[in-house]
T-cell receptor
Framework: DQQVKQNSPSLSVQEGRISILNCDYT??????FLWYKKYPAEGPTFLIS?????DKNEDGRFTVFLNKSAKHLSLHIVPSQPGDSAVYFC??????????????FGKGTLLTVNP | GAVVSQHPSRVICKSGTSVKIECRSL??????MFWYRQFPKQSLMLMATSNEGSKATYEQGVEKDKFLINHASLTLSTLTVTSAHPEDSSFYIC???????????FGPGTRLTVT
């Protein structure tokens, strides 16, 4: 049973445009959500997170939106840059933001930003 | 920063031998570390939660006698793959979190190939 789902295995966008990566979850106990970026043969790099008490969090070009009623979150990258090309993982935790709680990951979405 | 290192970055071993992978938090103390494995084009799968000074907590389906975890200090956790077999070949990644923040920081990963 996959509790965190990223239904789009890949996404291709033009440089300068907006990239929207989607994530759905099924476990209502999840209350903290994170996005990670990963290059091949490297560990994931933390991008941005959001607590369930918020519906939006912004950090530079990255914005995460959370719709609790739909159990859906999305990552917006604008403007997209070629260096953003990577696999993006959505992750969820039931630990209210505590870093000592285990994360459940989606399968990832490969983003390709074309020059 | 929050830097997590892993050693070795890649290892090739013969079937039946044991391999030890180290995970270190370089600039912060981590009471909890996590071990993941990732197969090609798959998500990160949590194997176990490593707690400093106590026994690790393993996820369902992970053999604790095969994947030995030791969290000897607040900056070091080790994963030993005992009697490795070709099906253990994978990308192993550790993570650690700082208590005040929700995100976990990942090591660069270790590519294990069992011949």
């Amino acid at each position: 049973d996959q509790q965190v789902k990223q239904n789009s295995p890949s996404l291709s966008v033009q440089e300068g445009r907006i990239s929207i990566l989607n994530c759905d979850y099924t476990n209502s106990m999840f209350d903290y959500f994170l996005w990670y970026k990963k290059y091949p043969a490297e560990g994931p790099t933390f991008l941005i997170s959001i607590s369930s008490i918020k519906d939006k969090n912004e950090d530079g070009r990255f914005t995460v939106f959370l719709n609790k009623s739909a159990k859906h979150l999305s990552l917006h990258i604008v403007p997209s840059q070629p260096g953003d090309s990577a696999v993006y993982f959505c992750a969820a935790s039931g630990g209210s933001g505590g870093s000592n709680y285990k994360l459940t990951f989606g399968k990832g979405t490969l983003l390709t930003v074309n020059p | 920063g929050a830097v997590v290192s892993q050693h070795p970055s890649r290892v090739i071993c013969k079937s039946g031998t044991s391999v030890k992978i180290e995970c270190r938090s370089l600039d912060f103390q981590a009471t909890t570390m996590f071990w993941y494995r990732q197969f090609p084009k798959q998500s990160l799968m949590l194997m176990a939660t490593s707690n400093e000074g106590s026994k690790a907590t393993y996820e369902q389906g992970v053999e604790k006698d095969k994947f030995l975890i030791n969290h000897a200090s607040l900056t070091l956790s080790t994963l030993t793959v005992t009697s490795a077999h070709p099906e253990d070949s994978s990308f192993y990644i550790c993570s650690a979190g700082r208590d005040r923040e929700g995100e976990q920081y990942f090591g660069p990963g270790t590519r294990l190939t069992v011949t």
